[in-house]
């Protein structure tokens, strides 16, 4: 079954500091992964996504990630981060259940909250 | 959230009541969601659309009814036999398989918060 594993509830860093959310996928043939931020009390906005290609993907708000098939990883990463960062990050996989079918959902992990100190 | 809006923001409702989420959206979006969000459980999906006049049921949609006659639309009802319905409830769209290019993030739009005493 597909899965996707945030293993992290929380992750503080300082402002000016890299930041990095991990996330760890588990699907059968080739993984779509994506990235959302939610701001308390809104819905997700998109952030990035992997389908195929160049294995570090660029995204918004400087915000970057890195797909690693070896690992099965796809870490959300930041060179330095801001204090407006803070938030809750959702990694997201493609359900493969149905490939080829007709069907676009996604397995979300449980969020990881970024903390960022001033 | 641009292009999806869902209505009211807050919604508060005495239990046994049936209440209905709006979801609509301008993006000429095949496929639409219904996600409910709970403290420390991510988002899980209660019913799917992907195209006019279909729909399949989620992981949770037990309580839960839907209905998608325009495409644009894509109304929640939470219904008496929702056990716990109290949550923050948040409809998306996706461009949908259909599309010989698909785009398949999936956009949000701001949610509503549903209180049931």
């Known amino acids: 079954a597909q899965s996707v594993a945030q293993p992290e509830d929380q992750v503080n860093v300082a402002e000016g500091n890299p930041l990095t959310v991990k996330c760890t996928y588990s699907v059968s043939g080739n993984p779509y992964l994506f990235w959302y931020v939610q701001y308390p009390n809104r819905g997700l906005q998109f952030l990035l996504k992997?389908?195929?290609?160049?294995?570090l993907v660029k995204g918004s708000y400087g915000f970057e990630a890195e797909f690693n098939k070896s690992q099965t990883s796809f870490h959300l990463k930041k060179p330095s981060a801001l204090v407006s960062d803070s938030a809750l990050y959702f990694c997201a996989v493609r359900d493969m259940k149905d490939y080829g079918g007709a069907t676009n959902k996604l397995i979300f992990g449980t969020g990881t909250l970024l903390a960022v100190q001033p | 959230d641009g292009g999806i809006t869902q209505s009211p923001k807050y919604l508060f409702r005495k239990e046994g009541q049936n209440v209905t989420l709006s979801c609509e959206q301008n993006l000429n979006h095949d496929a639409m969601y219904w996600y409910r969000q709970d403290p420390g459980q991510g988002l899980r999906l209660i019913y799917y659309?992907?195209?006019?006049?279909?729909?399949q049921k989620g992981d949770i949609a037990e309580g839960y009814s839907v209905s998608r006659e325009k495409k644009e639309s894509f109304p929640l009802t939470v219904t008496s036999a929702q056990k716990n319905p109290t949550a923050f409830y948040l409809c998306a769209s996706s461009m949908g398989y259909s599309r010989r290019k698909s785009s398949y993030e999936q956009y949000f739009g701001p949610g509503t918060r549903l209180t049931v005493t």
């Open positions: 992997y389908i195929t290609g160049d294995n």
């Open positions: 659309s992907q195209i006019v006049n279909d729909f």
